[in-house]
């Protein structure tokens, strides 16, 4: 931004053009923003503080919201939440890491191929990747043939509605968005550097350790953040794959505001949460700040 | 009942069905649009229902007759309903189809209209459908149909036969059944089960009474493996023996599975009824009842049983059926069910976070 501003300024005929399209522009995305995600979220920070009536809500200044969702089976729920994103971010990172170092260094003229294969999955309904796993978890499927066949396993499958299927769940279904900034540092790294580690001695692994790896800092916590995340508010897939078992802060969000009509309960868990996954946002960012460094 | 999950309709209880669910979970209360305005040459009819709750051909049928096109808008829990109804959005319905707990909150808060009994013809109604506790007199409700919950299960991996909760909790405690056992995601029907063991009664039933169930239920949640919606292949594949589920879902396991044997446990145990019922501010009131009456007409009560895989509430419905339906009596709730033995689930603002918190222990606990 600090680019562009004096350039602005330096013309007198744009000076005078400008604030018209500018505030123009810029109102249409603020009236959105304010409409559908200042209003609804200063609501929700409102009914935090209020008093539950069934399916609505009594003003008033109460931190009895807050004090419940920080106790007993809420707090335990986002503790389990926190572990949850946190193993299923590391779980995806791990897969994607050496995805996207193939990709970025070893493809080839087929790197734009691979990364298309990557993401097409990606722009088909989250909803219909998940249910897929179902089926090829589920007893009897092809999966299991294949496993036994080779005798990688015995009898039935039975890892639908388990934890291990969750997480096979939740690294495919963001693996992606993983990929695609680790791929990008990688990439972004000369392969002059390489060469030098390895002509000033380094081995394969020190090249990793020292080089790569402190280089792919960036991608390595925007990846962290784009997956840790979501998984926060994460659904979906435990309830698709994992037998609804083991209550998430979100499906307990969800159940307050639906089954119990405790809206005030709700707001508080779910402000809670934008708190937490702000933390963990202002954390990774710092990581992220040295993304504009790498030499492209 | 407080959750579609429980009893999906039994053609689509499987994968299907859980995505059209959690489309709404997600999409939730905001989604679920506004009243779509049908103009027609004989007025306009704005329904708010479950998903695919109507049979098509019943609806071109009825829109052949009057002229009216119904606009039918979704819901997918009866808390959404409740909270449509009950905010500026909910205006402009003409008929709702809420479940029977939910009708007195409806009522009480002057959201549903008294329906006029001249209007409609209740005497063609199979009586054990009417005026039950739910809604004394059917002020507010007629029943559109009806389902109970029970146990389908494997009898060899049980060993021996299920009459009573006791016995399913037993049950599901061997070795054969724990860890192949499916609950449903209705906290009325988790902790029901549990209170009517010790001769309590779900409406009656005190916070102390509800919370009281915690420890038995947690401590029975290491068996179970799934709160998911019922698929009748895990238990045609054994990956499931042990599974609460209505007698209509369950009929479709039977009807893959013979081997399965399907029972509605004592002391108790629930019958819910999805009622038609019209909101204090519907416009079109004659175009409703005029609805209304072609379908409980005998021969749509007929084929809307036979689509949704539910009995609809017309007297003499088993005898109507086509001679080739399968397993007729499962859909009446299989063979020797005792209507006076079932309880309909009354949702209390003074107990539902009770419920609603007992349900996420034992699912939390489930998860180890």
């Not at chain 2, 002391?267 to 038609?276: F, L, T």
Request: contains cysteine.
């Amino acid at each position: 931004m600090r680019g562009v501003t004096p350039t602005a300024r330096t013309s007198a005929h744009q000076r005078i053009a400008v604030p018209t399209s500018d505030a123009l522009l810029a109102g249409i995305p603020a009236a959105w923003l304010f409409v559908f995600f200042v209003a609804p979220l200063a609501f929700t920070v409102f009914f935090s503080f209020g008093h539950s009536t069934f399916g609505g809500i009594a003003p008033g200044f109460t931190f009895d919201n807050y004090r419940a969702a920080l106790s007993g089976f809420y707090a335990q729920s986002f503790l389990r939440t926190l572990r949850f994103a946190f193993a299923g971010s590391a779980l995806c990172l791990l897969a994607a890491f050496p995805t996207a170092y193939f990709i970025a260094r070893h493809a080839g003229r087929w790197r734009a191929a691979a990364l298309a294969l990557v993401l097409v999955p990606y722009f088909t309904s989250f909803l219909i990747r998940v249910m897929s796993w179902q089926i090829l978890l589920a007893r009897g499927s092809a999966v299991e043939m294949l496993l036994n066949f080779l005798c990688l396993h015995s009898g039935p499958l039975d890892v639908l509605d388990t934890q291990t299927a969750v997480f096979i769940g939740i690294v495919y279904a963001y693996l992606p968005i993983a990929i695609v900034p680790l791929y990008v540092v990688l990439a972004r790294i000369p392969p002059t550097l390489v060469e030098a580690s390895r002509d000033l001695g380094a081995s394969p692994w020190q090249t990793f350790l020292f080089l790569m790896l402190p280089l792919a800092r960036p991608g390595v916590a925007t990846a962290a953040l784009l997956t840790a995340v979501p998984m926060l508010g994460e659904l979906v897939v435990p309830t698709l794959l994992g037998g609804d078992k083991g209550v998430l802060i979100g499906r307990a969000i969800s159940s307050q505001y639906i089954e119990s009509q405790n809206y005030a309960l709700g707001s508080a868990m779910a402000v809670l949460v934008m708190i937490a996954v702000g933390v963990v946002v202002a954390l990774l960012a710092r990581l992220t700040r040295g993304f504009m460094e790498v030499a492209p | 009942m407080t959750r579609s999950m429980s009893r999906q309709k039994s053609r689509h209880f499987s994968r299907r069905s859980v995505l059209g669910l959690l489309g709404a979970g997600i999409a939730g209360t905001a989604l679920a649009g506004l009243p779509r305005r049908a103009a027609a040459a004989g007025g306009q009819l704005n329904i708010y229902s479950w998903p695919d709750y109507f049979s098509t051909d019943d609806l071109a049928a009825y829109t052949a007759k009057s002229g009216v096109t119904p606009a039918i808008t979704t819901y997918n829990a009866n808390e959404i309903l409740f909270a449509k109804l009950n905010s500026p959005a909910g205006a402009g319905f003409d008929i709702v189809v809420p479940s029977s707990g939910w009708i007195s909150q409806l009522a009480g808060k002057n959201l549903l209209q008294p329906l006029d009994h001249s209007r409609i013809d209740f005497g063609a109604l199979d009586p054990s459908l009417l005026n039950r506790d739910y809604d004394p007199g059917n002020k507010y409700s007629i029943p559109k149909d009806w389902g109970v919950l029970g146990v389908v299960y494997d009898p060899d991996a049980v060993g021996g036969e299920i009459k009573t909760w006791q016995d399913f909790f037993d049950a599901g405690a061997k070795p054969g059944a724990s860890g192949k056992i499916r609950l449903t995601k209705a906290p009325s029907e988790t902790v029901g089960p549990a209170l009517w063991i010790s001769g309590k009664d779900w409406n009656k039933a005190t916070v102390a009474d509800i919370q009281g169930t915690r420890d038995f239920l947690t401590g029975f949640a290491k068996h179970v493996k799934t709160f998911s919606s019922f698929d009748p292949q895990a238990l045609a594949s054994g990956a499931i023996v042990l599974a609460q589920a209505n007698q209509a879902a369950a009929r479709g396991a039977l009807l893959q599975n013979p081997k399965l044997k399907w029972v509605v446990p004592g002391p108790k145990s629930e019958i819910w009824v999805d009622s038609y019922a019209i909101p204090s501010s519907a416009q079109n009131l004659d175009q409703a009842y005029d609805f209304l009456n072609f379908f409980l007409s005998a021969d749509i009560q007929v084929k809307e049983t036979e689509y949704l895989g539910y009995p609809a509430a017309i007297a003499g419905l088993k005898g109507k059926l086509s001679a080739d339906t399968k397993l007729p009596d499962m859909i009446f709730g299989g063979s020797g069910v005792d209507f006076n033995a079932l309880t309909s689930y009354i949702v209390n603002p003074d107990t539902v976070a009770a419920y609603q918190d007992v349900q996420n222990a034992v699912q939390a606990a489930a998860g180890g």
